[in-house]
C-alpha cells in the first residue's frame, strides 16, 4: 500500500492544448478536403475566367479579370465575402464544440484539460488559424491563378485610377486582410452557436444563416448608421480601399464593428461553456433560453455598434445623394477617359484639363433625389483641351444600397463608343462604355 | 478500509434544477482498494464518478481525494484519472494519437504510451484509427489512457461494457493490479460478477441515495429470503414435502424459462432450505441440484434497490426469477 501524497494540482499546458485541438481538427476529412478545396478552386475559377470572352461584370472588377491578373483575386474576394468565409465559419468554428457533444467526448476532455476556460480558448483559437489558414489559401490561390492566367498589370481603381502592379499587390492583399475581421465576427458567432445550440444543425449553420440574413438586411434602404453597424459591413468596405482617397471612415468603422462583434460573441460564448455542468449526460444546448441568453445579448450589442457608429461618423439617410454621386460619377469618367486616351495612343490629358463634372437625377424629378435605385440618370460634361466645345455624355447608374454602382453609358455613342475599343495591342474593354464605381456613404451630403 | 482513505465524501448533495441527483452520500474508499459503485440508470452514480473527476462540483457537503478537500472553482488532485459516460475516445485519430495527446495534455512523457497500450492488449493496433475499433477495443484503449496517468485515484465507470469474457478478464487483472500496487479504484458496473470478482467493499445508491455501504460480504447476507430452483428424482413428492416443510414457499416456476422446466421452485431462508433437503432425503427423494434462482448479491442489490431499477441486471446466475406465489 502506497501513501497518499497530495500533490499541487494545474491545468493543461495552454500550448498543447492548442495543439491538440489543431490535431483534432486537421485529423477531420472535412477540414482537409475544405483545405484543398480553397487551395486549388480559386486559381482554376481565376485562371480559366480570365480566359473567357464573357467577364462576371455583375462582380466588382470582373470586367478587369482579362487585363489584370490582381481583378481576379478581387472577384474570388467579392464572392467570398458574400458566401465562401461565412460557409466556412460555419464549417469550422460553428462544430468546434459541437463534434465533442456527438462523440461524448466532452467529459474525457475536461477530465483531462481541467480548466473549462482553458478549453475553450484552445478550441476557440485552433479553429481561428484554421480559419486563418483557409483564407491565406482562398487569397495565395487566387492570386497565382490570376497573376501566372493573365500577368501583373495595372488595376482600375473603382473611381477610375490606375494602381501600378506595385499599389494594386499591397492594396489587394490589404483588402484581403481587411476582412479577416468580419470573418472573425462570423467565427464567433459559430463559436457561440455550437456551445448554445449544442448538437443541432442550427448551431452549425448559424454564421451561414447569418451571412444570409445580412444579404437580404444588406438590400433595404437602411440608415447609414445601422449599415455600417452589421458584423459583415467591412466585408464590403474593402472596395473603399481602391478609391483616391480611400474610403477609409466606412472601412475602419466596418473592421472595428467585425472586432467588437468577435470580442463580444466570443466571451459570451465563454461565459456559456464555462458554466456548463459536463455531468449532465442530457445536456445538449440551452433550448429554449437561446432566445434570452444569446439572441437578446446579441441584439444589445447591435443596437450598441448602432449607437457607436451614430456617434462616430454622424451621418442620416442612406448615405447616397446626389451631390455625392455627382463628384464620384465625374471623378471616375475623369480617370477613365484618360485611360481611353492613353489606350487609343491619343495625346495625354489630365483631369485638371479636363474639368469634368456630372449632374444627376434620381427619377425625372418624379422622386427625391436620394438613395439607391436604378433610376439614377447623369448627364457628365468636360472640356476637351484646345477646343472651345464642351462634350457631354449620359449614364444610366445602377445605384445598390452598400454605395456601389455601374454606370452604363447610354450615348452618344461617337462618345461612350462600343463595348471594347482597338488599341495597339489588341482589343480591350472600353473604359467608359460601362464602369463600376463607389459612393462613400459616410462622406458629408446635400439632399435633393 | 485497508488502509487510508483516497477518497472520502460526507453528505454530499447534488441537484440538476428541481432533480435530486445526489443526496446525501458518503463514500470511503482506502489506498489499494477497489470499491464498486452500483446502483438502478439514474441513480446518481455517474454524478458522482463526475464529482470525483472534477467535471463538476457539489452543491453541499465535503469530498476529499488523497488528503486534500476538492471544493467548488478547484481542480482535483493530478493523480485523479477515469473516464464516466464512455472512455472519450476521437475516432479520426490512432490509439497512439489518443494516448499521446492525454499524456502531453497532463504533462507525462509519451514514454508510457506503448506500456499502457501493451497493458490492455492493444499494442498490435497502436497506429490505427480508432474508428475501426470495437466497442470492447474502445473501452480497454480508455482503460490505457487512464493507466497511462499512473493514478492513485482511478475512477471508472462501467469499465468491462462492450468486453468478451477473456477482455473482462484482463480489465479486471490490470485493475487488481493497479490496486495491489496501492491504488484505490472506484468503478461502477450492471454486471455482478465483476463486481464479485473485483470488489471489496460496495455502494448501492438509489435515487442518489446509498442504500449500502460496506463489504460484499455483507451486501449478499442482506438477501435475506432467497428463491431457489431444486431438480429432484421426482418433482411431484418434492413439491408435496416442499408444501408442507416450514419456512418454505412454493413458487410456481416459468415453463418458459429452459431451467426452470421440470424443477421446483421455492423462496426460502438458508437454513430452511437445508431442512427441506433434510426431509427431502429423509422422503426418499433424491436431489439432483438446488440453485439460486437469483444469486445472492444480485438479489440484496434488488432488494435494495426495489422500484428504482428500469433495466435488467447481468449476474453469473442470469436473470431474475419470474416465479409467482401459489
Known sequence: MSAVVAVPTRPASALRGYRFELLKLTAQWRTRVLLLVCAVGPAVFVAAVSRQSTLPTDTVFGRWMGQTGWAGSLVVLSFCCSWILPLLTSLVAGDAFAVEDRLGTWRHLVTVVRSPGRLFATKALAAATVLAVLAVALAASSLVGGLLAVGSHELVGLDGHLLTPGQAAGTVLLAWAVVLAPTCAFAAVGLLGSVALGRSPTGLLLPALLALLLQLVQLLPLPVAVRVALPGSAFLAWRGLFTTPAQTTPLLLGVGVGLVWAVAATALARHLFVRRDFTDVASDGLGGRVLLRVVLPLAALFAVTVAGVAVAAPASGAGIGREQLQTSLATSYAHLYRLQTRELARPDVTEAQLRTSATCDKGGGLVADTGPGNDWRCVVSWHIPGATAVGSAVYQLDVTADGRYVADGDGPQAVNGFFQVRTPTGDAPNPIWQFDGLVDLLAPTTKG | ?326
Open chain 2, 1 to 326: 478500509m485497508t488502509g487510508t482513505a483516497a477518497v472520502r465524501a460526507r453528505g454530499v448533495r447534488k441537484h440538476f434544477g428541481d432533480v435530486v441527483a445526489l443526496d446525501g452520500v458518503d463514500l470511503d474508499v482506502a489506498a489499494g482498494q477497489v470499491h464498486g459503485l452500483l446502483g438502478p440508470n439514474g441513480a446518481g452514480k455517474t454524478t458522482l464518478l463526475g464529482l470525483l473527476l472534477g467535471l463538476t462540483a457539489a452543491d453541499a457537503g465535503t469530498l476529499e481525494l488523497l488528503g486534500r478537500p476538492v471544493r467548488r472553482g478547484s481542480a482535483v488532485p493530478d493523480e485523479v484519472a477515469g473516464f464516466v459516460d464512455g472512455p472519450g475516445l476521437y475516432p479520426q485519430l490512432t490509439a497512439r494519437q489518443n494516448l499521446a495527446a492525454v499524456a502531453d495534455l497532463r504533462g507525462h512523457s509519451r514514454a508510457g504510451v506503448v506500456a499502457a497500450l501493451e497493458e490492455v492488449g492493444l499494442a498490435d493496433v497502436a497506429d490505427d484509427r480508432v474508428r475501426g475499433f470495437s466497442l470492447g477495443m474502445r473501452q480497454r484503449l480508455g482503460l490505457a489512457s487512464a493507466l497511462l496517468l499512473r493514478p492513485q485515484v482511478l475512477v471508472l465507470d462501467e469499465p468491462a461494457n462492450g468486453l468478451d469474457p477473456a477482455g473482462a478478464r484482463q480489465v479486471q487483472s490490470v485493475l487488481a493490479a493497479l490496486a495491489a500496487g496501492g491504488a484505490a479504484v472506484v468503478v461502477s458496473s450492471h454486471r455482478m460478477d465483476d463486481v464479485t470478482a473485483l470488489c471489496e467493499e460496495v455502494t448501492v445508491l438509489a435515487a442518489g441515495r446509498p442504500v449500502f455501504s460496506g463489504p460484499i460480504e455483507k451486501l449478499a447476507a442482506e438477501s435475506g429470503e432467497l428463491e431457489h430452483r431444486l431438480r429432484t428424482s421426482d418433482t411431484d413428492a418434492a413439491r408435496r414435502v416442499a408444501v408442507a416443510a416450514p419456512g418454505v414457499r412454493v413458487l410456481r416456476g416459468d415453463p418458459a424459462r429452459r431451467p426452470d422446466a421440470g424443477a421446483l421452485v421455492v423462496r426460502a431462508s438458508t437454513a430452511a432450505l437445508e431442512g427441506l433437503v433434510a426431509r427431502l432425503v429423509q422422503a426418499g427423494v433424491a436431489v439432483r441440484e438446488v440453485a439460486p434462482v437469483v444469486a445472492p448479491l444480485e438479489a440484496a442489490f434488488l432488494a435494495l434497490t426495489e422500484g428504482q431499477h428500469d433495466g435488467p441486471l447481468v449476474g453469473a446466475a442470469g436473470g431474475r426469477g419470474t416465479g409467482e406465489s401459489r
